[in-house]
């Protein structure tokens, strides 16, 4: 069986949720990346910044809007240097500006994808997978990008059965 890991960014705190801001002990993406790790019975890599983004949800947004304008690779607080032992890796995040937060892209840079599947999942509130894919394809030179999974970040907890069910009809395969 191909063995899996989910390279995954996800904000707690004040966080945007159906229309509004609000407080969440576990990010959303995070919760998504541990029904990942259980379906697949994949390896969990959590990025964390050096720098923590701002716990305001505005003031949040634009540190990431302007990262993204200046391709900024935020400094890490840890990085995985190789994906060697994998066959699939699942890159999970919030859709911030229509892509990932560039913290994973900090992490995507400096890893070998040749021959590997890469995977784009992102928690949204409206926006989809976005970006994502076509981001992979950018950072991730050499893999195959497959078929990507969106979850509405206000339904993350209650995602489970259809992250389990992509999981079966994608990343297992």
Known sequence: MAK????????TGQNYVNGSVRNLEKGNTE???EFIRDA????LFKIETV???APDYFDCIEEAQQELREDA???LKNYLDSIDDYDNIVVAGPCWWGTYPCAVFTQLDRLDFAGKK???VMTHEGSGLAGSARALKEHCAGAE???GLAIHGAEAAGSESAVVKW??????K
């Open 40 to 43: 697949a019975d994949a390896d």
């Open 73 to 75: 690779r935020p400094e």
């Open 118 to 120: 890469v995977f784009p």
């Open 167 to 172: 999981v079966k009809e994608t990343v297992a």
């Open 31 to 33: 919760i998504v990346a």
């Open 145 to 147: 990008v497959g078929k």
């Open 51 to 53: 720098k923590e983004y």
């Open 4 to 11: 899996t890991l989910v390279i995954y960014y996800s904000k």
